[in-house]
């Protein structure tokens, strides 16, 4: 009996999906891509968004916190390109299989800042969460360039 009990917490941990989500820093003038390897016919959503690490989350940021954003793939296929936003989202069906990237730029501002970045990327089976999202019209479309 407590072999079963085991099995079942095993099953349950491994049906657990990762997540992709981080939060980064990014000096202004500066750019930091992340990369995910996704297989042909993959289905992808990414959410951004820059935020005051140390404030109210919903408080208001001055217009410099703005950032650019490029996503690609290892064919050079661009998904999104989009300049001087505090907050995004794509999705995506990979063509094919390889490297995707995600490129966030801090335009150049003086003094120096650092733009805090909140980003979940997910891919294949934890991409069924967010289908509604995209189903139900809640993605911007015209963020993306095809």
Same mark, same amino acid.
């Given at each position: 009996?407590?072999?079963?009990?085991?099995?079942?917490?095993?099953?349950?941990?491994?049906? @657990?999906? *990762? #997540?992709?989500?981080?939060? =980064?820093?990014?000096?202004?003038?500066?750019? &930091?891509?992340?990369?995910?390897?996704?297989?042909?016919?993959?289905?992808?959503?990414?959410?951004?968004?820059?935020?005051?690490?140390?404030?109210?989350?919903?408080?208001?940021?001055?217009?410099?916190?703005?950032?650019?954003?490029? @996503?690609? *793939? #290892?064919?050079?296929?661009? =998904?999104?390109?989009?300049?001087?936003?505090? &907050?995004?989202?794509?999705?995506?069906?990979?063509?094919?299989?390889?490297?995707?990237?995600?490129?966030?730029?801090?335009?150049?501002?003086?003094?120096?800042?650092?733009?805090?970045?909140?980003?979940?990327?997910?891919?294949?089976?934890?991409?069924?969460?967010?289908?509604?999202?995209?189903?139900?019209?809640?993605?911007?479309?015209?963020?993306?360039?095809?």
């Amino acid at each position: 009996m407590m072999m079963i009990g085991w099995m079942v917490l095993l099953v349950g941990v491994l049906l @657990v999906p *990762s #997540s992709q989500s981080l939060r =980064f820093d990014i000096q202004s003038g500066k750019t &930091k891509c992340i990369s995910e390897d996704m297989k042909s016919n993959s289905m992808t959503v990414g959410k951004y968004q820059v935020i005051n690490p140390n404030q109210d989350r919903h408080q208001l940021l001055p217009d410099s916190h703005q950032l650019n954003v490029k @996503v690609t *793939s #290892s064919h050079g296929h661009i =998904f999104q390109w989009v300049e001087k936003v505090e &907050k995004g989202q794509f999705v995506f069906t990979a063509m094919e299989q390889g490297n995707y990237m995600a490129c966030f730029s801090a335009p150049e501002h003086w003094p120096l800042i650092t733009l805090t970045i909140d980003f979940d990327w997910k891919t294949g089976v934890q991409f069924k969460d967010w289908f509604n999202v995209a189903k139900k019209g809640h993605v911007d479309v015209s963020l993306f360039i095809y």
